[in-house]
């Protein structure tokens, strides 16, 4: 351990950092290649929210000015097309910056924090750096969240549970019965999230959405991202909603403009862009198909997944495949860093990145 690293604040030192998807820059350099095809950070295939792009062009020369603070004008379009509380609704500089600012209103120094084990590793580090005890909960043999496990986690130090629903990187869902089961269990002590960043690629009738148990008076948060479904990755707006009184405490301290300007005038009219929606989500359940279809083909095991990314077991060794799918032009997420040393994450693309995909990965496994 370097001598400098004692400044940092206890258990700093300790955090492993974010591991994020290779860039495609760094693969047509190394394996010197034109064409590359990004499937590891459940990016958009399909671009931006087109409404969003437009609207964003057209506020490129009010820059100077600052953005609101409290992004009235984009609380107002959400809460009304949510009908929820507008003062239950926080945003932020994506919901990775929401996750954070969870962590930071709720985490006090030796309190617990459960999540299940694999999941979204900002849940962990947000709360390792309050200084919480994280408690992993495995996910069960089929990659579904565990709640009974976590439900028994829970103690009198418990302040924070993440479930992320569906799971990244697993793709599975927690059902409304379980969740109900769940809530009924759950003591008042406890804030629940609701990570929800893919909610709108579930098809699953039995899916629960987490904003009614926030109707129903829970301390629950829901969390969600205009990242994925509206292709806004690079602007960076997520946002949480709960009760007004929950949300009031993140309210006092995020920071002043964590929402940029183009990032609130951007989601105001992508909340608008249901026919891009609709043509993301027709894209990637088509998508989701083909690779199931190939995976069987090729006797694959993997995951069925209500997101734009799936689980898949390559049966070989991952940090290998993961190197030659790059010589084929191909990144995805190997997973060795969630323990399981012969699987993937892939996420889905175009059928044309898709097909490309498969044959990179039948060359490689050959
Ligand atoms: C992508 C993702 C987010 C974060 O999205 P932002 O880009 O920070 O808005 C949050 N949770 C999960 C589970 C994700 O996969």
Redesign the pocket.
């Known amino acids: 351990m370097g001598e400098r690293q004692k400044l940092f604040r206890k258990g700093i030192a300790e955090i492993k950092a974010y591991v994020p998807g290779k860039p495609i820059e760094d693969v047509m350099r190394e394996f010197g290649l034109t064409e590359v095809v990004k499937l590891a950070s459940?990016e958009n295939p399909l671009g931006p929210s087109p409404k969003a792009l437009e609207a964003m062009r057209g506020a490129l020369d009010s820059l100077n000015i600052y953005p609101d603070g409290a992004c009235l004008a984009l609380t107002k379009k959400l809460a009304d097309k949510l009908d929820v509380d507008p003062d239950g609704i926080v945003f932020g500089n994506?919901?990775?910056?929401i996750?954070t600012l969870i962590s930071k209103t709720f985490l006090n120094e030796g309190e617990e924090m459960i999540m299940a084990d694999p999941s979204?590793s900002?849940f962990e580090i947000s709360a390792r750096a309050m200084g919480a005890k994280v408690i992993m909960v495995p996910v069960r043999p089929d990659f579904t969240t565990d709640l009974d496990a976590i439900l028994e986690a829970v103690n009198d130090k418990t302040k924070l549970i993440y479930l992320?629903n569906p799971n990244?990187p697993t793709g599975t869902i927690c059902t409304r019965d379980e969740v109900e089961k769940f809530l009924d269990k759950l003591p008042d002590h406890v804030v629940l999230v609701f990570?929800e960043?893919?909610k709108e690629f579930v098809d699953d009738p039995s899916y629960p959405e987490g904003l009614d148990y926030v109707r129903a008076g829970h301390n629950v948060l829901v969390s969600r991202?205009?990242?994925?479904v509206y292709g806004l990755?690079g602007i960076?707006?997520?946002y949480a909603i709960g009760h007004p009184e929950l949300i009031g405490g993140m309210k006092r301290i995020r920071e002043a403009f964590a929402t940029n300007r183009l990032a609130q005038i951007g989601a105001i009219a992508a909340l608008d862009d249901d026919e891009f929606l609709k043509k993301v989500t027709d894209v990637i359940r088509e998508g989701r198909e083909y690779l199931y279809q190939e995976f069987e083909r090729m006797g694959l095991p993997y995951v069925k997944s209500h997101t734009n990314f799936m689980m898949v077991d390559t049966k070989k060794d991952i940090k290998q495949v993961f190197v030659d799918l790059q010589r084929e032009g191909v990144i995805v997420r190997p997973a060795h860093i969630w323990n399981l040393p012969t699987w993937a994450r892939v996420t889905v693309g175009t059928m044309e990145e898709n097909r490309k995909f498969i044959e990179a990965l039948e060359k490689v496994l050959a």
């Open positions: 459940n994506g919901e990775d910056n996750i979204f900002s992320c990244n990570d960043a893919y991202t205009f990242s994925k990755a960076r707006v997520g």
